[in-house]
């Protein structure tokens, strides 16, 4: 359905005499982060490089590999040094796999944080939707593993599924000695949100906010993120968006859907799109400490 706020650039434009040019086909895509991207999933082993490519046609300019195992995490860090000038890594144990790492794994993945080229710790959390790790593991891996990203000074990425009140306890012990922290693919409540603006978190919108049956709630929360704290992601291969037309013929979600994200965040905003690509662009460059746009890729 169009919007009355529509995005790119197929609105008549004013010509420099005041006459209403002809509209002109989009010529640059709006260039975005994907904060997000779980690249290492074997289902991009076949096609990865056509996935990069793209990606970087549609205006994906950079991308933050999610690592969510210590394998994750380590095929995350070949993948940027694959492509230095696009990517930088998470690394973490979600807390699907706390049950599959004990305490003495951490400082492997203290190895791992220590590359350059991983700039913040994660994904990690809890979640009580799926629970496949026993929520004493999820605790005890989500309370380590922001205890060593303290220690080590890195953003986190969060994510957190029907666990807000143990989630919060956890991270409010931590928060003060965090650089930063951004709860992934956002898909709360108007009190859970508030509750992470007021501790100062970022928030990661994904395609779930393009889902016409489960995500018009978080949707009707988009306009209250402060543009200043808010950051856009596929979360690839899962999550695609339900706004993709034509629909398309599988189910793997890669970065070049990034765009359907954003379009959905901006038909909900008043700012323009340009205002909330650059400035959703700017933070996660800030953020997760990408190369700047204007450097090699
Ligand atoms: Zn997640």
Known sequence: MQSARSVGHDRPRVGPAGHYRKAIPAMQPHPLVDIGINLAHDSYDPDRAEVVERALAAGVRRMVITGSSLGSARRAVELCRQWPGLMRATAGVHPHHAREFPDHDLPALAGILADPLVTSAGECGLDYFRDFSPRDEQRRAFARQLELAATLSKPVFLHQRDAHADF???LRDHLPSLPAAVVHCFTGT???????????????LTGWICDERR?????????LIPLERLMIETDGP???PRNIRPRPGHRRNEPMNLRYVFEAICEVRTETPERIAATTTDNALKFFSLPALGSVS
């Open 168 to 170: 919060m306890a956890i």
């Open 190 to 204: 108007g009190p859970e949100l508030d509750e992470y603006l007021a501790e100062g978190l970022f928030v990661g």
């Open 215 to 223: 995500g018009t709630a978080v949707r009707d929360l988009v306009p």
């Open 238 to 240: 899962y999550l695609m």
